[in-house]
């Protein structure tokens, strides 16, 4: 048991799948594996442990933003032993090169999170980044599955909504879409020595405008469930 999520050591597998959504890590429980237990609905932060061919996998409900996903994530790598931590969010392109259902994968998250900074001496810039080798299972996964992937680096911003932020600095410099998390997750992952990695499907486009519904950001990643749930297949055998 912790603070918020309502399990016992043993219930929730090494592997976690993150959705920010909740309602988005039932949806993958139920479509994707077999022998699902709920272990949580505290705050209705639902989470679940399965099998994906035959592998225990979890989905945990993380919500909104670098506060919320880092309690989570805190937890169930102190309480509950967890190794291998992969998001499964939305997240907003930026440019006309970037399409909506496009999947990113982040190798690094640049932020302007104020937890992210205050975490380190002033003056230091700490740059969350991916865990290699599970980058490279995803990689791998991905082609196998025939599920096409852009990897680099995203902005994992501390507001949805924030009309200061220059966006095309951030095209200019390479950056692929704005999300609320994946900073954070990298960061603690590091800190705690295991292995962490943002995988995203692009819900809507801040340059075109072009948007998925509510509904579709719930329960239409089918290719980012499969590409992560193969990945926790690579990483369970190592
Ligand atoms: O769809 P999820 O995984 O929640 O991710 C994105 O969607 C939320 C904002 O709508 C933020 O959490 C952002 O990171
Ligand atoms: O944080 C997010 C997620 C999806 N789309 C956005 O514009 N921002």
Do not use: W
Not at 47 to 57: A, C, E, I, N, S
Not at 132 to 158: H, P, R, T, W
């Amino acid at each position: 048991m912790s603070t918020h999520i309502g399990a016992e050591m043993g219930d929730i597998a090494p592997t976690v799948l993150m959705p920010g959504d909740p309602l988005r890590a039932k949806y993958i429980a139920e479509t994707f594996l077999d022998d699902v237990v709920q272990y949580n609905a505290v705050r209705n932060a639902l989470g679940f442990t399965g099998t994906y061919k035959g592998h225990r996998v979890s989905v945990q409900g993380t919500g909104m933003g670098i506060p919320s996903i880092s309690i989570y994530t805190n937890e169930l790598i102190k309480f509950f032993g967890v190794k291998h931590l992969m998001r499964v969010g939305s997240i907003g392109g930026f440019g006309e090169t970037i399409k909506i259902r496009d999947i990113l994968i982040a190798s690094s998250a640049s932020t302007d999170s104020a937890i992210i900074q205050n975490t380190f001496d002033h003056g230091v810039i700490y740059a969350p980044t991916a865990d290699f080798s599970m980058l490279l299972k995803a990689y791998q996964s991905a082609q196998e599955a025939n599920v096409e992937v852009k990897v680099g680096n995203i902005f994992s911003a501390d507001r949805f909504y924030n009309d200061e932020l220059d966006i095309q600095q951030l095209i200019d410099y390479g950056c692929l879409g704005t999300e609320m998390e994946t900073a954070a997750l990298y960061m603690l992952a590091a800190k705690y020595g295991v292995s962490a990695l943002s995988i995203n499907t692009v819900s809507d486009n801040l340059t075109t405008g072009e948007a998925l519904s509510a509904q579709d950001r719930q329960s239409s990643f089918a290719d980012m469930a499969t590409v992560a749930l193969e990945t926790a297949i690579k990483c369970d055998e190592d």
